[in-house]
């Protein structure tokens, strides 16, 4: 096998300067209580207030942006139910790149609107039955369109860097930084940030702990693959990390961490009374990680991501 | 009767100067789903991410601020079953100066925690069989304390100033703001900032329908008494206007207009959904208004003042 040619931070800063006016620099919030809470100062990232909600527009836009002519004629394929597939079609529209989109067909209709609203063209397929992967390679190969994973990719690991790069540049050096874990993405491309603007800042990723693939494949120093974890963090219900994020993942990042569907919901809770801000399940993983290190944290500076804020209003009502 | 002495736009300077590093300079959103929406470029000032989560900070700071060194040591009291007590208690407890809050025996207990959280002394009545301004003037007397009431105050009417002169400070000129109107504290303080700041704005109050003594006073040209309304936004169930805040409303205000709750409930869905903003149904007034007017406000820039957040999930989940 050849070795993985990883991004590296120049990557990080190329993607800021292509997102730059299409992406919103989300604004660095901070809270009082939670302050008093961890006797910390605290620092969120809001990515859900990023455009379509979550940071997953930043690798998109960056990706999309570096098509050549050939491929921006012939178009974009994606695969995904979640952010990603929203994040790829408003990015190729605003790019003007026809996007077809591979969604399971019982996906939330809310989503697959959303995703024909930005313009994609949306292809089901059945997930008890049917191979996403297979399909959308396929439909690359027939078509020549081009096909840009969920986070596996250097350059969707670049532009999700330019969060904490924005973070870093905002608030200065920090003592640690709690990013939420599903395939790696934004982690991988947050350690290039930290790792350039504040190499003594712990990083942690924070997965969720019935999905806890990352923390075990970072334990064994190899990429273990599980079950379809049952979590309400649907953003990081993925099975295993990939080649490029899990090496920059191994190389910078101090630990991850896990948290429980009961501590995201009191985080979302937290977020919402506190702070006024409607956080998703997957957006609160690093919250949720950093109140119980009380005692580690004391009188540090503290950053916390929060990656999404697209939850359905029904199932939050639920939940609390 | 001697004629008031009216605050004026240099008071709204002297209170910035004033709550400067205690009030947070809330956030100014845009919203492309809004945008679209009204076909107009709409600048969401968010007080619901200010101290305590209401604009309320801002006059009660900047009266408190104003006290000598006898009415510091006697102390401040309050009438109030919402955010003006907590924004009370918290400013005195940033000035080190003692808070009585006189609060209805039934107010919510999150309410009176949270008050008490902040330091308040809380002393309950019987809405049903006291009066409320009776007992604060009661209190007032025997024990020396000064009276902030939550509106009618030209210290208090400077401080509320201070958010619309950020919101255009930041946007520059607006052809249109839209404000939340209860007691009036908000609008008239706005009134002096943008007759100061963008002369040629059309200024808009918003009432709920069903407590429109704004509208009716406004018309009519006289204070207009009404019944306690019925209505889901708690900060704008007042009776009557104050004396200073219909002077001001009167000479600055183009029209007083209303919104009915199920309008307010709609643009609580939207703020969440679209934004992933927590607003309150009172804060969701100015929007509520805005939206039936899109041919009018076609290619402008307009204002709108979210005035708090303070909303119990249990209820807000209840009306969505």
Redesign the interface.
């Known amino acids: 096998m050849e070795p993985l040619s990883l991004p590296v931070y120049a990557d990080v800063v190329a993607a800021a300067l292509r997102i730059e006016g299409q992406a919103h620099k989300t604004?660095v919030?901070t809270s009082?209580t939670v302050n008093e809470l961890l006797g910390a100062e605290v620092f969120f990232k809001c990515e859900?207030?990023q455009?379509m909600?979550a940071f997953k527009f930043r690798g998109a836009f960056n990706a999309l942006s570096r098509f050549d002519e050939t491929q921006r004629r012939h178009g974009v394929v994606a695969f995904s139910s979640g952010n990603h597939a929203q994040a790829i079609a408003l990015s190729a529209r605003l790019l003007g790149i026809p996007a077809t989109i591979v969604m399971p067909h019982d996906a939330p209709a809310a989503k697959v609107e959303a995703t024909k609203g930005y313009g994609g063209h949306v292809v089901v397929y059945d997930r008890y039955t049917e191979d996403r992967e297979q399909i959308g390679r396929d439909l690359a190969a027939r078509h020549g369109y081009t096909l840009i994973p969920p986070y596996d990719h250097p350059d969707v690991i670049a532009g999700q860097g330019t969060a904490a790069k924005e973070l870093l540049e905002t608030v200065g050096d920090l003592d640690a930084l709690f990013v939420p874990l599903g395939g790696g993405g934004l982690l991988s491309g947050s350690s290039l940030a930290v790792r350039a603007l504040s190499p003594h800042c712990k990083l942690y990723g924070v997965e969720p702990e019935t999905g806890n693939d990352g923390q075990q494949s970072f334990r064994a120093g190899r990429i273990v693959h599980i079950e379809a974890p049952k979590t309400i963090a649907d953003g990081a219900q993925t099975q295993h990390l990939g080649q490029y994020t899990f090496a920059l993942i191994r190389q910078h990042v101090d630990d991850v961490l896990t948290a429980s569907d009961a501590q995201l919901v009191e985080c979302m809770?937290l977020f919402?009374?506190r702070?006024?801000?409607?956080?998703e399940p997957t957006g609160c993983l690093g919250l949720a990680a950093a109140l119980p290190m009380k005692a580690a944290l004391q009188g540090k500076r503290v950053g916390v991501l929060i990656s999404g804020?697209n939850v359905d209003?029904?199932k939050?009502?639920e939940w609390?």
């Not at 702070?275 to 956080?279: R, T």
Request: net charge positive.
């Open positions: 604004p919030m009082r859900n207030l455009r909600g809770r919402a009374t702070m006024k801000l409607l956080v804020g209003m029904a939050l009502c609390l």
